[in-house]
């Protein structure tokens, strides 16, 4: 597999390899154009023949010429089987409730196109280009939130996505208004495909919702670790704590956890030349900042460390090719349990936990920058004027409610199982479940260290302001001069504080704030 680009165009072509996590990235969110390799096209068509081949036979095959889960034990008549996939299809999308972001619709469609490229679930070429021709387009199926069990696939979800195939069902089209799927086929010169033999369940029975998703949040959190030790070194320096615990001698040398070292190292990056650290026997003595100062990167690594195991998950079910039955190369039809989304939703459960934690340290720190009596000097919830003005009080507040609320999401999905299929489906992942509580609570992370951010800087501009005994570090006031320009305010009277924090969180969010840190320390982990 791989990817090219041309100017304007983006483009991935899909081989019978692996597909990679950019590759899911730059069409689910890049809106890259797709195409199938020859070595795909070549690849379904060999493996096409076999199940044609079987169709042909008089003994029943799963999935081929039978029914589906419970009702596997019907064989299907030769007349009837055209007949079979519509229905498996239209049955099976019976997804209720919201509908499901664009982007997560279009990495599910691309996941099971490059499921198909890969021969092993042997569906005619056509199928896999339709869905391509499709995604090209900017045409979206409607899919909504729930249906999904995470196991035999996420097959309510991926049924919509089938149906649109088909002609039949709604979809959105490069406008963003949702219309009937064969009107906007017809406008873009999309021929619905005919379902034969087992095409209906290749489309449906996959794993691509939950990994689609879970390839997501690993981006998306990659950039939040880098921020989350962005904000507590600001936040350290804003409260005149030490850096002498984040020199490398006292972590991979005597504690080797990967990203433990490698949080610590983005801290002392972003503190290089800071004249405010290491003020601990001042006006105020301590002996030791507080855990919530000292152990960052303690608790960002162990989940830098969580993300990376995810990340090896996600690239193993990127290399997989999910269906039941597969067509293995040597030509055998086989039935198998691949389907089961058990590896993705344990991987998608530990990173709620991870953003959990991650969210409620900042809160610690942020708390620690508004308390008068702990914050060494700088006035209570760094209000310009303590009791006439409220400060950033309330934004604290805020940041707790979300901390609270990742803390609800952080309960697994993977634990529970509700048996579905008549007893057939008796134990279930809840893999789609578990990742669409994780897209909530990134979210919700990238808000929390956007209000870490906004008190931090102001905190800092404080203390510039008092000539406290130095200035702040050079990285640090990038990320000052980010927030700002960003539309994040600084200390003075009380203002409507909202679009400040919307502000910080759009510049979390974008990317943005790492960027502008990055230009001073270099590339950071």
């Given at each position: 597999?791989?990817?090219?680009?041309?100017?304007?165009?983006?483009?991935?072509?899909?081989?019978?390899?692996?597909?990679?996590?950019?590759?899911?990235?730059?069409?689910?969110?890049?809106?890259?154009?797709?195409?199938?390799?020859?070595?795909?096209?070549?690849?379904?068509?060999?493996?096409?023949?076999?199940?044609?081949?079987?169709?042909?036979?008089?003994?029943?095959?799963?999935?081929?010429?039978?029914?589906?889960?419970?009702?596997?034990?019907?064989?299907?008549?030769?007349?009837?089987?055209?007949?079979?996939?519509?229905?498996?299809?239209?049955?099976?999308?019976?997804?209720?409730?919201?509908?499901?972001?664009?982007?997560?619709?279009?990495?599910?469609?691309?996941?099971?196109?490059?499921?198909?490229?890969?021969?092993?679930?042997?569906v005619r070429p056509v199928v896999a280009q339709t869905m391509a021709a499709i995604l090209n387009a900017g045409i979206t199926p409607v899919v909504r939130e729930f249906g999904s069990l995470g196991c035999s696939g996420d097959l309510a979800p991926?049924?919509?996505?089938?149906?649109?195939?088909?002609?039949?069902?709604?979809?959105?089209?490069?406008?963003?208004?949702?219309?009937?799927?064969?009107?906007?086929?017809?406008?873009?010169?999309?021929?619905?495909?005919?379902?034969?033999?087992?095409?209906?369940?290749?489309?449906?029975?996959?794993?691509?919702?939950?990994?689609?998703?879970?390839?997501?949040?690993?981006?998306?959190?990659?950039?939040?670790?880098?921020?989350?030790?962005?904000?507590?070194?600001?936040?350290?320096?804003?409260?005149?704590?030490?850096?002498?615990?984040?020199?490398?001698?006292?972590?991979?040398?005597?504690?080797?956890?990967?990203?433990?070292?490698?949080?610590?190292?983005?801290?002392?990056?972003?503190?290089?030349?800071?004249?405010?650290?290491?003020?601990?026997?001042?006006?105020?003595?301590?002996?030791?900042?507080?855990?919530?100062?000292?152990?960052?990167?303690?608790?960002?690594?162990?989940?830098?460390?969580?993300?990376?195991?995810?990340?090896?998950?996600?690239?193993?079910?990127?290399?997989?090719?999910?269906?039941?039955?597969?067509?293995?190369?040597?030509?055998?039809?086989?039935?198998?349990?691949?389907?089961?989304?058990?590896?993705?939703?344990?991987?998608?459960?530990?990173?709620?936990?991870?953003?959990?934690?991650?969210?409620?340290?900042?809160?610690?720190?942020?708390?620690?920058?508004?308390?008068?009596a702990r914050s060494h000097g700088l006035p209570a919830f760094l209000a310009d004027d303590p009791g006439v003005d409220s400060g950033l009080m309330i934004a604290q507040y805020t940041q707790a409610a979300l901390v609270s609320e990742n803390k609800?999401?952080?309960?697994?999905?993977?634990?529970?199982?509700?048996?579905?299929?008549?007893?057939?489906?008796?134990?279930?992942?809840?893999?789609?479940?578990?990742?669409?509580?994780?897209?909530?609570?990134?979210?919700?992370?990238?808000?929390?260290?956007?209000?870490?951010?906004?008190?931090?800087?102001?905190?800092?501009?404080?203390?510039?302001?008092?000539?406290?005994?130095?200035?702040?570090?050079?990285?640090?006031?990038?990320?000052?001069?980010?927030?700002?320009?960003?539309?994040?305010?600084?200390?003075?009277?009380?203002?409507?504080?909202?679009?400040?924090?919307?502000?910080?969180?759009?510049?979390?969010a974008s990317g943005e704030l790492v960027r502008a840190v990055e230009q001073v320390t270099g590339p950071l982990a």
């Amino acid at each position: 597999m791989h990817s090219a680009a041309a100017p304007h165009a983006p483009l991935v072509q899909v081989g019978k390899a692996d597909v990679s996590a950019e590759d899911v990235l730059a069409v689910a969110r890049g809106n890259a154009k797709v195409e199938l390799g020859p070595d795909a096209l070549s690849e379904m068509a060999t493996a096409r023949a076999r199940i044609d081949a079987l169709a042909a036979e008089p003994r029943p095959v799963y999935g081929v010429s039978t029914g589906f889960g419970a009702l596997a034990v019907r064989h299907i008549s030769p007349e009837l089987r055209a007949q079979l996939q519509r229905s498996l299809v239209r049955s099976h999308a019976a997804g209720m409730g919201p509908v499901v972001e664009r982007e997560v619709v279009r990495a599910l469609m691309f996941l099971r196109m490059k499921t198909l490229a890969s021969g092993r679930t042997g569906v005619r070429p056509v199928v896999a280009q339709t869905m391509a021709a499709i995604l090209n387009a900017g045409i979206t199926p409607v899919v909504r939130e729930f249906g999904s069990l995470g196991c035999s696939g996420d097959l309510a979800p991926l049924s919509h996505c089938a149906l649109v195939l088909m002609g039949e069902g709604v979809a959105t089209g490069p406008d963003g208004v949702e219309r009937p799927a064969g009107e906007l086929l017809a406008e873009a010169g999309i021929e619905p495909v005919e379902l034969l033999e087992k095409e209906g369940l290749a489309l449906i029975n996959g794993t691509d919702g939950m990994l689609g998703m879970l390839v997501m949040a690993i981006a998306d959190l990659s950039r939040l670790f880098t921020t989350a030790d962005i904000t507590a070194a600001m936040t350290l320096e804003a409260l005149l704590g030490s850096d002498k615990v984040l020199a490398p001698e006292l972590h991979a040398p005597i504690r080797p956890h990967p990203g433990q070292a490698l949080s610590a190292a983005n801290m002392l990056a972003v503190l290089k030349d800071s004249g405010l650290t290491g003020h601990h026997q001042d006006d105020a003595p301590r002996v030791q900042d507080a855990y919530s100062i000292r152990c960052a990167p303690q608790v960002a690594g162990a989940g830098r460390d969580t993300l990376a195991h995810a990340t090896l998950v996600a690239s193993r079910e990127l290399a997989a090719s999910v269906d039941n039955p597969v067509v293995l190369p040597d030509g055998r039809v086989e039935s198998n349990g691949n389907f089961h989304g058990a590896p993705v939703a344990y991987v998608l459960d530990f990173l709620a936990i991870a953003a959990a934690d991650l969210g409620s340290i900042s809160e610690r720190r942020t708390d620690r920058l508004l308390d008068k009596a702990r914050s060494h000097g700088l006035p209570a919830f760094l209000a310009d004027d303590p009791g006439v003005d409220s400060g950033l009080m309330i934004a604290q507040y805020t940041q707790a409610a979300l901390v609270s609320e990742n803390k609800r999401l952080a309960v697994p999905a993977s634990v529970d199982s509700i048996p579905s299929s008549a007893m057939q489906e008796d134990h279930v992942s809840m893999g789609w479940s578990a990742a669409r509580k994780l897209r909530q609570a990134v979210e919700n992370l990238g808000r929390v260290l956007a209000v870490e951010l906004t008190a931090a800087a102001r905190a800092l501009e404080i203390r510039q302001q008092a000539d406290s005994g130095g200035r702040v570090a050079p990285a640090t006031a990038a990320a000052m001069a980010a927030a700002r320009e960003a539309g994040v305010g600084g200390a003075g009277r009380d203002r409507f504080l909202s679009p400040d924090l919307e502000a910080a969180a759009a510049l979390v969010a974008s990317g943005e704030l790492v960027r502008a840190v990055e230009q001073v320390t270099g590339p950071l982990a």
